[in-house]
Nanobody, 122 residues
Framework: VQLQASGGGSVQAGDSLKLSCAAS????????AAWFRQGPGKEREFVAH???????YYSDSVKGRFTISRDKAKNTAHLQMNSLKPEDTALYYC?????????????????WGQGTQVTVSS
């Protein structure tokens, strides 16, 4: 599976952005997908996960503001980000794994996209 993340940009606090992760290769519909982010000087952290069966999980820091979804027909996953805060500034990565276990751990994912930058100014 090859992943291509897009949709990042520079916005003001309170604005919205929608990230997309386009997958090619093997049947993406059979994979669980997630978004991680890495801010300057920080470790990569879990943001959101969508299991291949449809279940979703979020980090506490984004719950209620971000929504992960997927379009199986288009082999694409999305991250709708609302009410953005300066602390959401980071490089956002999409990732995929076959099973969907330990969804919060970066090392549970086999495939990674290249990252898309999100910058939120106050």
């Amino acid at each position: 599976v090859q992943l291509q993340a897009s949709g990042g940009g520079s916005v003001q606090a309170g604005d919205s952005l929608k990230l997309s992760c386009a997958a090619s290769g093997r049947a993406f519909r059979n994979y669980s997908a997630a978004w991680f982010r890495q801010g300057p000087g920080k470790e990569r952290e879990f943001v959101a996960h969508i299991h291949w069966s449809g279940g979703t999980y979020y980090s506490d820091s984004v719950k209620g503001r971000f929504t992960i979804s997927r379009d199986k027909a288009k082999n694409t996953a999305h991250l709708q980000m609302n009410s953005l805060k300066p602390e959401d500034t980071a490089l956002y990565y999409c990732a995929a794994q076959m099973i969907g276990l330990d969804y919060w751990r970066p090392d549970a994912y086999t495939y990674w996209g290249q990252g898309t930058q999100v910058t939120v100014s106050s």
